[in-house]
């Protein structure tokens, strides 16, 4: 079963307001991943995070390994409409398989 | 670049009847390739993992001879859903892991296809 837990599930939150959301883990990752899904789409690589520590940017994006390779967190600054979606935080196991998290649906409103 | 193409992206078919999913990497080699399942609100779920040229390694609680998955080449892996039930309708997404020195060991997706099975 999913050893991700993302958090929150969900956040309804105002155009150009800031948006903040983690993701822990039972265990050790390598790798640390963020997706965006749109509706009826497949997941799109946001960023992605290798060493234990790093923080990387990527637009209005910005997300950052955890020093204990447990966690990571991803931040949306100044939100727009088209940031509806759902994330998804991803980890690469010791096996190398990828793990999911639940998800947290944003949702943008003017 | 890492570009994975996914066809099609919608099926509707009768139950009982077979469907053939094509996932392609369009301009890198995949060695490894992925199959995943997600419901409606709910993760992606994997299914298995087909590396090319061997048969593919299936999660627990998924019919081997149900969902047939074939990777003949570095850039093609098909999924083959047999026999369909309505019970099988879901979204089925693909990913290809680049096989290259040096690469990132990330996993890029497809778009999906949404089947209905009637």
């Known amino acids: 079963g999913q050893q991700l837990n993302q958090s929150p599930q969900s956040m309804f939150i105002q155009e150009g307001e800031d948006v903040s959301m983690n993701c822990t883990s039972s265990?050790?990752?390598?790798?640390w991943l963020w997706y965006k899904q749109d509706p009826g789409e497949g997941p799109v690589l946001l960023i992605a995070?290798?060493?234990?520590?790093e923080l990387t940017s990527n637009g209005r994006l910005t997300a950052q390994f955890g020093i204990t390779r447990k966690d990571s967190f991803l931040n949306i600054s100044a939100s727009i409409p088209s940031d509806v979606g759902i994330y998804f935080c991803?980890?690469?196991?010791?096996?190398?398989?990828?793990?999911f998290g639940a998800g947290t649906q944003v949702v943008v409103t003017p | 670049g890492a570009v994975v193409s996914q066809h099609p992206s919608w099926v509707i078919c009768k139950s009982g009847t077979s469907v053939k999913i094509e996932c392609r990497s369009l301009?890198?080699?995949?060695?490894?390739m992925f199959w995943y399942r997600q419901f409606p609100k709910q993760s992606l779920m994997l299914m298995a993992t087909?590396?090319?040229?061997?048969?593919?390694?299936?999660e627990q609680g998924v019919e081997k001879d149900k969902f047939l998955i074939n990777h003949a080449s570095l850039t093609l892996s098909t999924l083959t859903v047999t026999s369909a039930h309505p019970e099988d309708s879901s979204f089925y997404i693909c990913s290809a892991r680049e096989f290259r020195v040096g690469s990132k060991n990330i996993q890029y997706f497809g778009a999906g296809t949404r089947l209905s099975v009637l």
């Open positions: 301009d890198f080699q995949a060695t490894t």
């Open positions: 265990s050790i990752f390598n790798t």
């Open positions: 991803a980890g690469t196991d010791s096996w190398g398989k990828l793990q």
């Open positions: 995070l290798y060493k234990a520590g």
């Open positions: 087909s590396n090319e040229g061997s048969k593919a390694t299936y």
